[in-house]
């Protein structure tokens, strides 16, 4: 198994655009979720799904800030219009039953 | 909410001494895991603990989980250069949802 890929590694865009990440889990896990990472907030849940569903999005910061999963397959974080704040690593991890989180590798987002 | 503490924030060694990060929860766990992070890189699931007073060994590594299932802590015997990195705990609670510590960063001096 490929494992939990995300795209892009990195992206760079200005302050105002829209901004869309993807993550696609590893195949039978029925829990997918977003954390972003900050050296000075660590390592947040932004929201999770479970068989698709988003089950708790109170992590996300604010109304700019938007999740789907359409599949089993396939997630997006996106980011509308987005602010020199929101730079941070964006990780997407996915699991199943037995809760070991497998995170993908990451997106670095600057926003400048 | 529930709150998962860890401490040191840093911590410098010299190759070959002993490393040790605690972790501390606000409430009663069901389980604790330990990842770590290489710098630039993502974490990665090291184990879980799930009984009270549990204890795991990996290699140099130690995992213990507190007889109240409220505190963890990891014990790196020996210390390596490749053993630098972030280590984070996270507490699962009664909602099975995972709550990560800040993590302990951990330099390796050769």
């Known amino acids: 198994d490929a494992g939990v890929i995300q795209s892009p590694r990195h992206e760079v865009t200005e302050m105002g655009q829209e901004v869309t990440l993807r993550c696609k889990p590893i195949s039978g896990h029925d829990y997918l979720f977003w954390y972003r990472q900050t050296m000075m907030r660590g390592l947040e849940l932004l929201i999770y799904f479970n068989n698709n569903v988003p089950i708790d999005d109170s992590g996300m910061p604010e109304d700019r800030f938007s999740a789907k999963m359409p599949n089993a397959s396939f997630s997006t974080l996106k980011i509308q219009p987005s602010e020199p704040r929101d730079s941070a690593v964006y990780f997407c991890?996915?699991?199943?039953?037995?809760?070991?989180?497998?995170f993908g590798s990451g997106t670095q987002l600057s926003v400048l | 909410g529930q709150q998962v503490m860890q401490i040191p924030q840093y911590q410098h060694v010299q190759e070959g001494e002993d490393f040790t990060t605690y972790c501390n929860s606000s409430t009663t766990l069901s389980n604790i895991q330990w990842y770590k992070q290489r710098p630039g890189g993502h974490p990665v699931f090291l184990i879980q603990?799930?009984?009270?007073?549990e204890v795991k060994k990996q290699k140099r590594l130690t995992f213990q989980f507190g007889e109240a299932k409220k505190n963890s802590s990891l014990h790196i015997t020996a210390t390596q250069t490749t053993d630098v990195g972030t280590y984070f705990c996270?507490?699962?609670?009664?909602?099975?949802?995972?709550?990560f510590g800040s993590g302990t960063q951990l330099t390796v001096l050769p």
């Open positions: 603990l799930v009984k009270s007073g």
């Open positions: 996270a507490g699962s609670g009664s909602a099975r949802q995972l709550t």
């Open positions: 991890a996915s699991r199943n039953s037995n809760e070991k989180l497998f």
